[in-house]
T-cell receptor, first 113, second 115 residues
């Protein structure tokens, strides 16, 4: 299957700093990428859908000014958590669509101290 | 919108037994049903999928069945092995957001295979 990479895999930061997470589709071009957040022992919570070259569509309750998403190319999308706080600590997972199928990245564990 | 129910939340089996995970969905327009396996600390991996024009699909020890009339679909794992232990998510794809069909996920099933 298709490969999606995510970087970094783990990040620890101080409260108030910003963190950028990169998501890349390695062997296909993805016009649509998705960002999810997952709490321990829970399902995947969709944060936003991003289409290459256009603004992301955020799910209800997700702050667009806090979670900045950029999808500048067909193989790269970034999620920036701005002014991170401890409650933003979570597992963030991106996915990229290849035709009808979504392929997920390995996830980024964010810990805000 | 779409609503996906997944059962059971936890499933414990002995190595070699079969495991069945069931999902129901609400939107009759959904036409794509993937299953994902997520190991601890990793992202979900697609293991099998089925489209609405097919009733059953099999890949070695894994099979998926779909009943569109009843809006049910199930994952069957035969001859389970300890490495099958993981959380399994079903999904139904029918909701549109930002111009794209996006899947609605079930809440997950934690499968534990005892050696």
């Amino acid at each position: 299957g298709a490969v999606v990479s995510q970087h970094p895999s783990r990040v620890i930061c101080k409260s108030g700093t910003s963190v950028k997470i990169e998501c890349r589709s390695l062997d296909f071009q993805a016009t649509t990428m998705f960002w999810y957040r997952q709490f321990p022992k829970q399902s995947l919570m969709l944060m936003a859908t991003s289409n290459e070259g256009s603004k992301a569509t955020y799910e209800q309750g997700v702050e667009k000014d806090k979670f900045l998403i950029n999808h500048a190319s067909l193989t790269l999308s970034t999620l920036t958590v701005t002014s991170a706080h401890p409650e933003d600590s979570s597992f963030y997972i991106c996915s990229a669509r290849d035709r009808e199928t979504q392929y997920f990245g390995p996830g980024t564990r964010l810990l805000v101290l | 919108g779409e609503n996906v129910e997944q059962h059971p939340s936890t499933l414990s089996v002995q190595e070699g037994d079969s495991a069945v995970i069931k999902c129901t969905y609400s939107d009759s327009a959904s036409n794509y049903f993937p299953w994902y396996k997520q190991e601890l600390g990793k992202g979900p991996q697609l293991i099998i999928d089925i489209r609405s024009n097919v009733g059953e699909k099999k890949d070695q020890r894994i099979a998926v069945t779909l009943n569109k009339t009843a809006k049910h679909f199930s994952l069957h794992i035969t001859e389970t092995q300890p490495e099958d232990s993981a959380v399994y998510f079903c999904a139904a794809s029918g909701r549109i957001s930002g111009g794209s069909y996006i899947p609605t996920f079930g809440r997950g099933t934690s499968l534990i295979v005892h050696p």
